[in-house]
């Protein structure tokens, strides 16, 4: 048995160590788009597979048995080409996600579907946004150049901020409520854009916006592929030790 572990998540790290722990063959694989990812105690592979055919044959070429897609909720063509190239060579697929958050009781929250949803939901009068969706799609709010963005980046960014009104801080999560509620506090935030990841290690700014009475624009989840789920790392083991009884 050998399995592919597609990454980048808080679970994904833990079941790198269960997976560690029960002795199974694993390769953890990032995406590489942050200088220094967490280290992990199974081998490690970063950088992409050049699409579902580039997947499928890293597949057939290392002998993988299994994949488990502990990918973002938003990583949306890693899953795609997942189920692709699975359902091309026969692998069997299992996708760990966490469940999505739900809007509280006293939640100030506005559903969009995608970033530029979220863009377009900011209001008319300039107000002030803690912009925490990473650095991908902060180029989208150009468009608004009247609002203050509070960004939150993963590493220093290598190239021009095309906000005219913006401050830059490095961070990388888990993050905790009692942080975030002093970060907006610091810098005066009106309104919080997030996706909506589900799990523990970005929901900091939701509980510390609750806790301002702020206003949150949640981006809700694209599609992904109908595929086995679970939330849980037991279930991913038992998934595992099923077919290591059979001998696949
Ligand atoms: C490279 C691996 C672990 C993993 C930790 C989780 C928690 C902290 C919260 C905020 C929101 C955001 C962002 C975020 C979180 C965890 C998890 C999560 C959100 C690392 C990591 C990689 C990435 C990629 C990065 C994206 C960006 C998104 C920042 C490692 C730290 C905003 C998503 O600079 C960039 O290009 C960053 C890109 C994809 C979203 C985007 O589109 O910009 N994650 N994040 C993975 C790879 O190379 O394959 O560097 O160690 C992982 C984590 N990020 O093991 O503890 O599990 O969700 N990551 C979002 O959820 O909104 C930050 O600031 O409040
Ligand atoms: P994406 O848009 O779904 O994927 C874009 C391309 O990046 C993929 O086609 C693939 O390249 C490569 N890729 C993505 N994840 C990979 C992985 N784990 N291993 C190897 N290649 C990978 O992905 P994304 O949204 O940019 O996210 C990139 C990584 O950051 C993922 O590992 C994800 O779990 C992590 N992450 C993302 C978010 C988020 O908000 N999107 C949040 C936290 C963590 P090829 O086509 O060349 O194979």
Not at 114 to 121: L, Y
Not at 129 to 157: C, S
Not at 202 to 222: E, S, T
């Amino acid at each position: 048995m050998r399995v592919l572990l597609l990454g980048g998540t808080t679970e994904a790290s833990q079941l790198a160590q269960a997976l560690h722990s029960a002795r199974i063959e694993t390769v953890f694989s990032y995406a590489g788009r942050t200088n220094a990812p967490i280290a992990q105690p199974v081998d490690v592979r970063i950088g992409g597979f050049g699409g579902a055919d580039g997947l499928a044959t890293y597949l057939k070429n290392e002998r993988i048995s299994h994949v488990v897609d502990a990918t973002h909720p938003f990583a949306n063509t890693m899953g795609q080409n997942a189920y692709r190239a699975c359902s091309t060579h026969g692998t069997p697929l299992l996708r760990l996600a966490r469940p999505a958050w739900r809007a509280q009781a006293d939640d100030k929250w506005i559903h969009v579907p995608d970033i530029t949803g979220a863009r377009d939901a900011l209001p008319a009068d300039p107000c002030r946004v803690f912009l925490a969706i990473g650095r991908m799609h902060v180029d989208l709010f150009a468009a608004r150049p009247e609002h203050h963005y509070l960004l939150r980046l993963v590493d220093a960014p290598q190239t021009q901020i095309t906000l005219p009104d913006h401050h830059v801080t490095v961070a990388r999560g888990p993050f905790n409520v009692a942080e975030d509620i002093a970060l907006m506090q610091e810098h005066r935030i009106t309104h919080v854009i997030a996706k909506n990841a589900g799990g523990s290690g970005a929901v900091a700014k939701i509980d510390a916006a609750r806790a301002l009475g702020l206003q949150v624009v949640m981006i809700d989840r694209p599609l992904r592929p109908d595929i086995a789920e679970t939330a849980n790392i037991e279930t991913v083991l038992a998934w595992l030790n099923h077919d290591a009884e059979r001998g696949v």
